[in-house]
């Protein structure tokens, strides 16, 4: 976790995370995602109510995740070394997003 403070701060971090993220070119986007990413914001604000010191919270989560990928279409079954690994990438992020419907089907169970 990281405490900012002001949207200028936060702007900061978010440009440090994309430039972490793992883009890579397939046949059918120039510039396709090849990881998750996930931004939990709490944000806080605090005000005086009748004389009293008041806090408000808010949660918000932002989710971007790659996108699922047919490998035929994407031209990730190329016999290249890219092809190959292009479809090793397809295989892990197809598997990454299987495993997700997984837990919010287990969430919405228990919920």
């Given amino acids: 976790r990281v405490k900012v403070e002001g949207a200028g701060e936060l702007l900061q971090r ?3 995370g994309n430039a972490d993220r793992l883009v890579a070119a397939t046949d059918l986007n120039p510039h396709s995602s090849r990881t998750h990413t996930v931004v939990h ?3 806080s604000q605090e005000y005086k109510l009748e004389g009293k010191r008041q ?16 490998v035929r279409r994407t031209g990730s079954l190329n016999n290249t070394p890219e092809g190959r690994a292009r479809f090793q990438e397809a295989v892990a992020v197809n598997q990454s ?15």
């Fill in 97 to 111: 997003l299987s495993n997700l419907v997984l837990c919010i089907q287990r969430l919405a169970e228990v919920s």
């Fill in 14 to 16: 978010v440009n440090a």
């Fill in 55 to 70: 806090m408000m919270f808010s949660v918000m989560n932002l989710v971007d995740l790659a996108g699922s990928e047919r």
């Fill in 41 to 43: 914001l709490t944000l």
